[in-house]
């Protein structure tokens, strides 16, 4: 398999790009959206403001290419912290910005509902499954991943909704839509379960390619 990690200057791509390799890919980092031709998958990672996140995407020339490679070329497209709510039709983050539209739903900032709730939110907590899927396969309900955010999806679609976290009310944590997936924590930093995400991911596509 081959994975194609998008460079678009909104992360700190060493960490996702080694726990790809631990999960058998073979990895390659890019800013180059004439790298797409060559993969199998795709990895959206990010940390960083939704306005900043997809004038980079628009600039490099990945908005357009992303659409067209999920779409009608079916590759799969695993979306990460900023990355997963890129994936949203707009996001409000800094005024209202449009995002890539392949996940229906918006991006909105927490807003607290209990006194301990700190904005952003940051560390452990939990998921719950809401829907079966082979992302989350040997993944148990409850299974604690990491955090970073202030703003977070809010899905269109209940069905695109694989899995939510208890914070600020409750959130949707996990998306995805045919073959395009996001996720709000970051599996990389998330010990043998974000590595068993990823590598979910990986062999799930593998087989049904």
Same mark, same amino acid.
């Given at each position: 398999?081959? &994975?194609? @990690?998008? !460079? ?11 726990? =790809?390799?631990?999960? /058998? *890919?073979? &990895?390659? @980092?890019? !800013? ?11 990895? =959206?990672?990010?940390? /960083? *403001? ?160």
């Amino acid at each position: 398999m081959h &994975v194609l @990690v998008i !460079d678009y200057g909104m992360s700190n791509l060493g960490s996702i790009r080694r726990a =790809l390799e631990e999960c /058998g *890919a073979s &990895v390659v @980092v890019s !800013d180059d959206p004439r790298d797409i031709q060559n993969a199998s998958h795709i990895v =959206l990672p990010g940390v /960083g *403001a939704f306005g900043d996140g997809m004038r980079n995407l628009n600039d490099q020339g990945w908005t357009e290419k992303l659409r067209q490679t999920v779409r009608e070329d079916g590759i799969p497209l695993l979306g990460i912290c900023l990355g997963m709510q890129l994936l949203a039709d707009k996001g409000h983050e800094g005024g209202e910005h449009a995002g890539l539209g392949l996940v229906p739903g918006e991006v909105r900032r927490f807003v607290a509902t209990a006194d301990h709730e700190r904005i952003p939110h940051v560390g452990w907590n939990e998921i719950k499954r809401t829907a079966d899927s082979p992302l989350l396969d040997n993944i148990g309900d409850g299974t604690d991943f990491y955090f970073v955010h202030s703003y977070h999806f809010v899905a269109g679609e209940q069905r695109c909704v694989l899995a939510t976290t208890p914070y600020c009310g409750t959130f949707h944590a996990v998306v995805a839509k045919d073959n395009v997936f996001g996720v709000q924590f970051h599996p990389e930093k998330s010990g043998p379960m974000g590595f068993r995400l990823l590598s979910n991911f990986l062999n799930f596509w593998q087989v049904e390619a």
